[in-house]
Nanobody, 124 residues
Framework: QVQLVESGGGLVQAGDSLRLSCAVS????????MGWFRQAPGKEREFAAA????????YYSDTHKGRFAISRDLSKNTVYLRVNSLKPDDTAVYYC?????????????????WGQGTQVTVSS
């Protein structure tokens, strides 16, 4: 199995930048990609970004492309999500997940392992 622990969330002001971290452990060889999803109150979980674990190639939701940046550091077994120019509607619980099945990175069902989430709250 793969274990994932998110950190870096908190209360920030609109316009700030934030970098979230996801510490990855376990059988990382079983994961082809690591993804970030978010879920706001009353809304469905949505895809934000993903990174190919081996190559570092990033993939982004068209909605968030240009403001989100994903990266990974193999030496630290960590995947990062930087969000620039934070807006109040970025408020959500952010989850990282490990994709273990072949498929589109936007598809939650292809991710077998999920972290507990980290809360991001953006005030105006």
């Amino acid at each position: 199995q793969v274990q994932l622990v998110e950190s870096g969330g908190g209360l920030v002001q609109a316009g700030d930048s934030l970098r979230l971290s996801c510490a990855v452990s376990g059988r990382t060889s079983s994961a082809n990609a690591m993804g970030w999803f978010r879920q706001a109150p009353g809304k469905e979980r949505e895809f934000a970004a993903a990174v190919d674990w081996r190559s570092g190639m990033g993939y982004y939701s068209d909605t968030h492309k240009g403001r989100f940046a994903i990266s990974r550091d193999l030496s630290k077994n960590t995947v990062y999500l930087r969000v620039n120019s934070l807006k109040p509607d970025d408020t959500a619980v952010y989850y990282c997940a490990a994709q273990t099945a072949y498929g589109r990175v936007e598809t939650p069902a292809t991710y077998a392992y999920w972290g507990q989430g980290t809360q991001v709250t953006v005030s105006s």
